[in-house]
């Protein structure tokens, strides 16, 4: 049974909830995090179960006998079919198989017998966290619930923690709060009857890469139409970005083919080399039913922009702060043409193409093959032959590469070679993190070392999931942001069954530096024209990250002016501001700043973000 305070006005896509035990401490807990705008799913007992906020179109729930499953997000699952499923459960681990065949890309909750279950996705696009309140655990979709319940101040470590550039596995999975634990991706979380003790189980596993491309692109083909089918299936009229590129021209295509009204976006770079328009002219010019809309480039955002102004952040800083202008400037356009939702292709990168690190693992398994691929590589990147050398001999293990780079942090960036070939980007920190920052992150780092295990024993798999989950930690923001925006956003290529179809393939097959996306090209035969699959580049945007620097200077000298980083002794505001004087400095050509505003702009967001995800009770 759900029911709703009046004020409540949550729109679609935009769904955060806590989750409680059916026992009395919980409820009271629920009751005492009181704000407007709440719904509440109840335990049979009328005991507060989930407590949030969603849209009707974003949670199908079921109860039979002991049982109570409730599906939060989008999951073509019927009402009907989830009932049988509850049924049928006599163990909370029978939902492992359930989870691994749910399309779309949802939260899996559920209580049985007192127990209960709650999962995210294994893309990392939807999270589980729980904490410990007044004596009970609480589940959450976002750690800042809990922080709130908790009344934490951010971690002046996960901070620090927070500057380096990139921040490596485990370290970029855990809350900014302390007394709040995440729960990893391909894990649920679960509570015992006394609301106290909670472990986490493992219900996810990427499969093994051993399917031809033959063989694995018609079910990449089929789960990525499934994913399409799950947003589309409602009619209506939606809206499709079409880059031009193959990712978001794959899924224009296929939302073209269903049930509803397609409007597609194409937003040109600035810089006249770009031949996006042309590709994406192409494109609509197969599809005479959608109605293609080309923006102004000159009046698109540029990266930087609106920096002082952002309140919608969530539960982590995210360098998707730089972009959120630019992601969110054309869905209010789209409302006005009647678009429900807006479908991307972001994600397509990371699922069909692959890290080259494979290759470290095919040199000693087919040596005479890896090796006339590198050497394509190695013209392709401009790899140098001695790092490419170095880079293929070196075999420490995660955890060993992890301590190394925390004695590392102000060396110079290394090559490209050796990241492309192995465990991933080495983090660095930068001349305006201060010494006690510098010392916070590097206890971290070594802290993390001396157990830290690789998302898969393959460094290219370990890449290839640590990439995916990076990038879904700032799809999950922009999404909400979108949903306030009045437009939800959605990216099939992260769903898991798409991820899980893509990762099957053989990573030989999958990337080759004589193929571009060979994956996504032979999937989408038949279904984008051949003229639109021979593209072999994408747009880099470069010239919009230049002009911000440019144009936004003020800005970033005003986010330095009264820096909470600074306040905190994390980093050299002077410098800051120094740095903003310069936006034509060489050394900006790389995006060295972005972990550093992210997590400034984030500390701003926090003294003036009205939490609506905060729960409550009715």
């Given at each position: 049974?759900?029911e ?44 507060p ?51 691994r ?29 729980h904490a ?89 083909r ?32 296929l ?27 192409q ?26 102004t ?22 209010p ?12 292709g ?33 013209a ?57 920052a ?106 919009d ?31 800051l ?42």
């Amino acid at each position: 049974m759900s029911e709703q305070h009046e004020s409540a006005g949550t729109g679609p896509g935009d769904a955060h909830f806590t989750v409680f035990t059916d026992r009395e401490e919980a409820a009271a807990v629920a009751r005492s995090l009181t704000r407007p705008g709440t719904r509440v799913l109840r335990h049979a007992s009328g005991r507060p179960w989930l407590v949030g906020q969603w849209h009707d179109q974003d949670l199908v729930t079921a109860r039979a006998g002991r049982a109570a499953l409730a599906v939060v997000g989008c999951c073509p699952v019927g009402a009907a079919e989830l009932e049988r499923h509850a049924g049928r459960l006599r163990d909370l681990a029978e939902l492992d198989a359930l989870a691994r065949s749910l399309p779309g890309s949802c939260h899996l909750v559920a209580a049985l017998d007192g127990r209960l279950r709650v999962q995210g996705t294994a893309s990392g696009l939807r999270l589980v966290f729980h904490a410990p309140v007044a004596g009970t655990q609480v589940a959450a979709s976002g750690a800042d619930v809990l922080a709130a319940a908790l009344g934490g101040e951010p971690d002046a470590e996960q901070l620090a923690v927070r500057l380096l550039w990139p921040v490596p596995h485990p370290l970029a999975e855990a809350p900014m709060w302390r007394g709040i634990t995440a729960v990893a991706p391909e894990d649920a979380l679960i509570v015992a009857p006394d609301g106290r003790t909670v472990r986490h189980t493992r219900w996810w596993t990427p499969p093994e890469p051993v399917r031809t491309l033959a063989d694995g692109a018609p079910l990449v083909r089929e789960a990525l139409a499934a994913a399409v089918d799950a947003r589309t299936r409602q009619g209506g009229v939606v809206s499709c970005d079409l880059s031009g590129g193959l990712d978001s021209t794959s899924v224009c295509f296929l939302a073209d083919s269903s049930p509803a009204a397609v409007v597609a976006g194409t937003w040109p770079g600035r810089d006249p080399a770009d031949t996006d328009l042309h590709w994406a002219e192409q494109a609509a010019r197969s599809m005479p039913d959608v109605d293609h809309v080309v923006w102004d480039a000159d009046a698109s955002p540029l990266v930087y922009t609106d920096l002082l102004t952002i309140d919608d952040l969530l539960d982590e800083p995210t360098i998707g702060v730089m972009d959120r202008s630019r992601v969110l400037h054309h869905l209010p356009a789209l409302a006005e043409r009647g678009s429900r939702l807006h479908l991307t292709g972001i994600g397509g990168d990371h699922v069909t193409w692959c890290s080259e690190a494979y290759y470290h693992r095919l040199l000693r398994i087919r040596p005479v093959f890896a090796l006339r691929q590198v050497r394509g590589f190695r013209a392709l990147w401009q790899w140098p032959l001695g790092g490419t050398v170095r880079a293929l001999a070196d075999s420490r293990p995660y955890g060993k590469w992890l301590a190394d780079a925390g004695d590392r942090l102000r060396a110079p960036l290394p090559p490209t070679v050796s990241a492309g070939l192995g465990w991933g980007m080495v983090p660095r920190l930068f001349d305006w993190v201060t010494p006690d920052a510098e010392r916070m992150a590097r206890r971290a780092l070594r802290g993390a070392a001396a157990t830290a295990v690789p998302l898969h024993p393959d460094r290219g798999l370990h890449a290839d999931l640590e990439q995916i989950r990076s990038c879904t930690r700032i799809v999950r923001q922009w999404d909400r942001m979108a949903a306030r925006a009045g437009v939800p956003m959605a990216s099939p290529f992260l769903d898991d069954r798409v991820i899980e179809a893509c990762l099957a393939v053989r990573p030989g097959e999958r990337v080759t530096p004589w193929r571009y996306k060979p994956l996504l090209t032979t999937a989408m035969s038949g279904i984008v024209p051949d003229a639109c699959l021979r593209r072999t580049d994408k747009a880099a945007a470069s010239m919009d990250a230049s002009d911000g620097l440019r144009a936004h200077r003020g800005d970033l000298r005003a986010l330095w002016e009264d820096s909470r980083l600074e306040r905190l002794g994390l980093v050299d505001g002077a410098a800051l501001r120094r740095l903003a004087e310069r936006p034509g400095s060489p050394e900006l050509q790389d995006p060295i700043l972005y972990s550093t505003i992210a997590a400034e702009v984030w500390l701003r967001g926090l003294g003036r973000t009205a939490r609506t995800a905060a729960p409550a009770s009715t």
